[in-house]
């Protein structure tokens, strides 16, 4: 047995004992936010990009360009054949797909942390994981990022699981390659991974580091193979990010201050990460060697610090690319939570109330003020959890064992999460302010599918296209695209940069042009302006296509020459 005091294997909870009334009445809540999740959520714009693609192209998914690597194209591939029906209808059955994943790795991890602690601490903290995944925000749902998350849980699960620690690497081995494989820069997300493992069995960290990346090495040489253009859309792809480090260069004072503004962001769009400082602090309370206390302070700083990481080189500041962050903030409040009420017989009330606080007012946030609206607000909540925290680290501990955790913390946990499924609650954020609420993305969303209609009846059924629009629009539209590049991302991002010209996938992107190109073409100004991409390709669109005039945000239907 490990000797690590963060897996303590204190004696679990009797087998056979029954589930009290109250754990029903939290399952159920639970169960109803989770089906109005279900129902009513819809899919980001960024999956719709991907399944548009994927839906659209006449070539598998090892040969379709979605912008995505390999095996998160088939990935998504795979969870879109389970779908049918009309539009609303296939969204919600991809999200219970997706949440049907995250229950089933919250089981594993919940049966791997029973090996190691107590009934109590294993199925909070598997259960809060489980259900940050399956009540992310729209933005970090079946996104790669979050898919990665998925595939660690089940590796971190796998790990410690089985007793020997070589089997153990080997079946952690595929599950935390896959989750590199989601994006590369979801290595991010599989060295988080090991460093929880390693806060728990170092020698099991260092097998299935070692397992992990031959398993990734292997899985990316099958996709090379497999896919006759991958590699060249391995280098292209990176090349045609705006925001990527490689092209802003660092900037110190503006990596801060982004930072900042970053993580309130993420702290509105998922309040649990409000409570990560707090929580922390009450779990390192709890560990009385001095030694183990700094090496899990340590291993908090350092994935912040990776998570962060990940951001940063991308450039772009999306939410979705910090997905770990409320899954390991969510577990942590679990684990902080389920431990203290063992050791001390009570509640932290003070975390738990501020737990409430952020349960109610999250959803009302983008109704406050706009001078309320801020980032300081945000990082003076995280510090009135801190506050509240050291109030329940004073108060005087009662002796005796824990009978059961009450409902009504455990219920806090799961409003918290599940702010993200209310109308009102931010869909988008930016410097401290709501940009977007889930309502209004919904509004968007129908505005997008009716004019997409208004298109499909001037196409002739099943009339193969040739998309000049983003993801969204071609989504909707739904018709079939000779292209590979069925959204032609490399072709517009000339707007921006100019240098993207000159790459191996801009060049086939174009080449769709020119061989036997589709008799219709849906072109949207805005996105994709003639007068602002790179001309020789504006030329060579207006000499094969007729495209009416009509205002920029219009789709309109271009007729071969």
């Not at 912008?67 to 779908?83: G, I, K, N, S, V």
């Not at 199925?123 to 990022?145: G, K, S, V, Y």
């Not at 009450?406 to 109308?423: I, R, S």
């Not at 977007?436 to 009339?463: C, E, F, H, M, V």
């Amino acid at each position: 047995m490990n000797d690590s005091a963060l897996l303590t294997a204190e004696p679990a909870t009797a087998p056979g004992r029954s589930v009290r009334p109250y754990r029903w009445a939290v399952l159920l809540a639970a169960a109803v936010l989770l089906g109005y999740s279900v129902a009513t959520a819809r899919l980001h714009g960024d999956i719709r990009y991907v399944l548009a693609c994927l839906r659209t192209g006449e070539a598998t998914p090892s040969e379709t360009f979605t912008h995505r690597p390999y095996f998160y194209r088939w990935f998504l591939w795979a969870l879109d054949q389970l779908t049918f029906g009309p539009v609303a209808v296939r969204e919600a059955l991809l999200r219970l797909a997706g949440v049907g994943l995250c229950l089933a790795a919250g089981l594993l991890l919940r049966s791997a942390l029973l090996r190691r602690m107590p009934a109590r601490e294993a199925t909070l903290t598997a259960a809060m994981a489980a259900l940050a995944l399956a009540f992310a925000p729209r933005t970090d749902f079946l996104q790669p990022e979050w898919t990665a998350v998925v595939f660690s849980v089940a590796a971190v699960a796998a790990v410690l699981a089985v007793e020997r620690p070589v089997p153990a690497a080997a079946l952690g081995a595929l599950p935390l390659g896959l989750a590199v494989m989601m994006k590369y820069s979801t290595l991010a997300t599989a060295v988080i991974a090991l460093l929880v493992v390693f806060a728990a069995d170092r020698v099991r960290a260092l097998l299935l580091a070692v397992a992990g990346a031959a398993a990734s090495a292997l899985l990316l040489g099958a996709s090379l193979v497999s896919g006759s253009r991958e590699w060249q859309w391995v280098r292209d792809m990176p090349k045609i990010n705006q925001g990527a480090l490689s092209r802003q260069g660092l900037r110190p004072g503006a990596l801060f201050d982004h930072s900042v503004d970053f993580l309130a962001d993420r702290a509105v769009l998922s309040p649990v990460v409000v409570l990560l400082p707090a929580a922390l602090l009450l779990l390192l309370a709890g560990q009385p060697d001095r030694r183990r206390r700094a090496e899990w302070a340590v291993v908090a700083l350092a994935c912040g610090v990776v998570c962060l990481g990940a951001v940063v080189v991308q450039g772009n500041w999306f939410a979705y690319h910090a997905a770990a962050l409320p899954v390991g903030a969510a577990a942590v409040w679990g684990l902080a939570v389920g431990r203290w009420y063992g050791s001390a017989g009570r509640l932290p009330v003070g975390l738990v109330g501020v737990t409430v606080a952020l349960a109610v007012l999250g959803p009302l946030y983008g109704s406050a003020p706009p001078g309320v609206q801020r980032s300081a607000v945000v990082w003076g909540a995280a510090l009135a959890a801190v506050a509240a925290t050291v109030v329940d680290l004073r108060a005087a501990r009662t002796s005796g064992p824990a009978s059961r955790l009450p409902a009504f913390a455990v219920l806090a946990g799961v409003l918290c999460l599940a702010v993200t499924v209310w109308p009102g609650s931010p869909h988008l954020m930016a410097r401290g302010k709501v940009q977007s609420t889930n309502a209004a993305y919904l509004r968007d969303s129908d505005a997008k599918q009716a004019r997409a209609d208004r298109i499909r009846d001037r196409l002739p059924a099943g009339a193969p296209v040739q998309y000049l629009v983003f993801g969204d629009d071609a989504y909707f539209i739904g018709h079939p695209t000779p292209c590979r590049y069925p959204v032609p991302t490399f072709l517009q991002r000339t707007r921006y940069l100019p240098d993207v010209a000159g790459l191996d996938s801009y060049a086939e992107n174009a080449r769709c042009l020119d061989a036997d190109p589709p008799r219709y073409a849906v072109l949207q100004r805005a996105w994709f302006p003639l007068d602002r991409i790179d001309q020789g390709l504006a030329r060579r669109i207006e000499e094969v296509y007729d495209c009416p005039q009509a205002g920029p945000k219009d789709l309109v239907v271009c007729r071969l020459r």
